[in-house]
């Protein structure tokens, strides 16, 4: 198979070097959000000038979302709300939650379940940002949150947020290990009752996929986090922290999935089970990115190199690679 476009776009150099990443952390720190935010314009000039593919990807996905050609204005709205994620970041990771108004949705299923003591998986995506997640520790003090990522993508970016919340970064689960180990990690911080949140929309290279419509086309899912959830039997809510401009942003949690109370399907079912549940996530996936889809941070051919591959029903093998870029949002946005 040959290597996904997620796969390929994660090779792509980060957007910066650590000594202008850290111009830019200092002038937040020492000069505040709003004098922080002046630097969001000649960023966004940067990507439009310099970043090609990264221009392209949005032109295309602005226009496959909107339904009609996406010209310069709308490509560089896209790519400063996207450099507005990150930059808040510090803030949020910072502990800084006093100066963002972010509205929760939906949280009343994810708060039973931790009253009961259970873990959960939290699926989010490449939309928006995951560190909104970052106010349920002012709701729930003492809980865990566990967040899958690989650790080596994005080192300058991923150092500089690692010094900001040292707590979290120790509580990483580094995506880079092999497939066994990362399900041991996780199936361990469950037990204890963490939130353990992954990305589950970019597939990586030699990860089994299921393809399925997403915004009129096919798109290719990885099928590693719902293998996962059926074989650890842990409840999956999905997680959406969408940016609203200015300092807003609204979190919205859907309760998804519970194979222990719904059960899962016998092996020979199991392939045609999977693949309904990545449908069925495509879908809400696609109602998100509606609704705020200047937030879609997926910068590269989300429809290219689709294959005929179906799912299969087999459980994790050690060698899998599972979501090895699966916490980027909660890094980059």
Request: net charge positive.
């Amino acid at each position: 198979m040959a290597e996904p476009a997620a796969a390929a776009w994660k090779h792509r150099p980060e957007g910066g070097t650590r000594a202008s990443l850290g111009l830019i952390v200092a002038i937040a720190r020492y000069g505040g959000r709003w004098l922080a935010r002046l630097c969001l314009y000649p960023i966004t000039a940067y990507f439009l000038l310099v970043r090609g593919p990264e221009r392209r990807a949005s032109r295309a996905w602005l226009a496959r979302v909107h339904g009609r050609p996406a010209g310069v204005l709308a490509v560089a709205r896209h790519i400063h709300c996207f450099a507005a994620t990150i930059l808040d970041r510090l803030f949020l990771l910072g502990g800084r939650l006093d100066r963002f108004d972010i509205r929760v949705h939906g949280l009343a299923p994810l708060e039973a379940l931790l009253d009961e003591g259970r873990g959960a998986l939290l699926f989010g995506s490449h939309l928006g940002s995951f560190d909104a997640l970052r106010v349920l520790s002012k709701r729930r003090p003492g809980l865990q949150v566990r967040i899958v990522l690989d650790k080596g993508h994005n080192p300058v970016l991923t150092s500089i947020f690692d010094s900001l919340d040292p707590e979290l970064a120790r509580g990483v689960i580094d995506g880079a290990q092999p497939g066994a180990a990362i399900a041991l990690e996780i199936q361990h911080a469950l037990q204890e009752g963490a939130l353990v949140a992954l990305l589950v929309d970019r597939a990586q290279a030699h990860e089994d996929t299921a393809s399925v419509p997403f915004l009129a086309a096919p798109a290719r899912l990885p099928l590693t986090p719902w293998r996962l959830a059926a074989v650890l039997q842990a409840p999956v809510l999905l997680c959406f922290g969408l940016y609203r401009g200015g300092n807003r942003y609204d979190l919205h949690f859907e309760p998804f999935l519970d194979p222990r109370v719904e059960g899962v399907p016998a092996r020979g079912e199991r392939a045609a089970w999977l693949q309904r549940q990545v449908a069925a996530y495509a879908a809400r996936l696609e109602h998100y990115a509606r609704l705020a889809p200047l937030n879609w941070f997926n910068f590269y051919d989300f429809w290219s190199e689709q294959t005929d591959e179906t799912p299969t029903d087999r459980a994790p093998a050690p060698g899998d690679p599972v979501l090895r870029d699966g916490g980027a949002a909660v890094r980059r946005g």
